[in-house]
């Protein structure tokens, strides 16, 4: 079965930037959906951004100041973040989905700090 495994959180000042990748095991092409979740401590897990063949979402929290792409040739997620705010601290997950069969693969996470 297919792995997924994020790299890229760290620690930023508020206003930097940081790239989330989530390598997959095998190819993505067989997810007909991928995203971003995150959750903050305390808080229940929430909805980032997806992409599909043809579109990307976002929340409206992330609206504008992120961007969410990936690359079937390296069969990796990418989650693009400007502008970052103290409260877009939180584990990062990535995740990936197939309607049939059935298929929903999660990351472990990584972690990303906003702070100065």
């Known amino acids: 079965q297919v792995q997924l495994v994020e790299s890229g959180g760290g620690l930023v000042q508020p206003g930097g930037s940081l790239r989330l990748s989530c390598a997959a095991s095998?190819?993505?092409?067989?997810?007909?959906?991928m995203g971003w979740h995150r959750q903050a401590p305390g808080k229940q897990r929430e909805l980032v951004a997806t992409i599909t063949s043809g579109s990307e979402d976002y929340a409206s929290s992330v609206q504008g100041r992120f961007t969410i792409s990936r690359d079937a040739a390296k069969n990796t997620l990418y989650l693009q973040m400007n502008s970052l705010k103290p409260e877009d601290t939180a584990v990062y997950y990535c995740n990936a989905q197939r309607i049939w069969p059935r298929e929903d693969r999660w990351g472990q996470g990584t972690q990303v700090t906003v702070s100065s």
């Open positions: 095998g190819s993505i092409y067989r997810f007909s959906l």
